[in-house]
């Protein structure tokens, strides 16, 4: 089956500093890649995804890009706030789901 | 619309007790799943169902079991409960197509003692 590293577990950064999250997969046949962004006693929430024949995608202050030849996808946001501290999760398909990323914005 | 729900939030049982629980979404999406999450873990596939009659394994199937018999309704079922099924329960659904948004229900947290 898929095999999804997630990097950082932790990631702390000053407000208005940029933060950037790492996920690898490794079947090639893999072609949609949602991140999802979970709240304190919430359940996950997609924030943007991307599928295999896009190499980049941005909403506002977030984008992914994706390296198929390097099977490799990456989440930035820029100019953090406050506001985005929350565990972020990457994901290959519906099936297989990284380890996660705490994110902590510091005002 | 309330989207996906589930029930309940919290529970804790003994060692070998069984019990559903219950996932219902207004949607009317075909897809429904149940991951758990474990600290540090991430979420993992446990079953999900394409549609009504339909279910498959997912990663980690071992302890559970799942019924799917109408579009809204996604029951989980442990059976003997045991601590390592201590987690976080979460459901989710999403519409026809093969990728796309999944909708999550907010949770439910799990103790087996």
């Known amino acids: 089956g898929e095999n999804v590293e997630q990097h950082p577990s932790t990631l702390s950064v000053q407000e208005g500093d940029s933060a950037v999250i790492k996920c690898t997969y490794s079947?090639?046949?893999?072609?949609?890649f949602p991140w999802y962004k979970q709240e304190l006693g919430k359940g996950p929430q997609l924030i943007i995804d991307?599928?295999?024949?896009?190499g980049e995608k941005k909403d506002q202050r977030i984008a992914v890009t994706l390296n198929k030849t390097a099977k490799h996808f990456s989440l930035h946001i820029t100019e953090t706030q406050p506001e985005d501290s929350a565990v972020y999760l990457c994901a290959a398909s519906m099936f297989y789901f990284g380890t996660g990323t705490s994110l902590t914005v510091i005002p | 619309n309330a989207g996906v729900t589930q029930t309940p939030k919290f529970r804790i049982l003994k060692i070998g007790q069984s019990m559903t629980l219950q996932c219902t979404q207004d949607m009317n999406h075909n897809y429904m799943y149940w991951y758990r999450q474990d600290p540090g873990m991430g979420l993992k596939l446990i079953y999900y169902?394409?549609?009504?009659?339909?279910?498959d394994k997912g990663e980690v199937p071992n302890g559970y079991n799942v019924s799917r018999s109408t579009t809204e309704d996604f029951p989980l079922r442990l059976e003997l409960a045991a601590p390592s099924q201590t987690s976080v329960y979460f459901c989710?659904?999403?519409?026809?197509?093969?990728?796309?948004?999944?909708?999550f229900g907010e949770g439910s947290r799990l103790t087996v003692l």
């Open positions: 991307i599928r295999s024949n896009v």
């Open positions: 079947d090639s046949a893999s072609n949609y």
């Open positions: 989710a659904s999403h519409i026809t197509t093969n990728t796309g948004e999944l909708f």
């Open positions: 169902s394409v549609g009504a009659g339909i279910t």
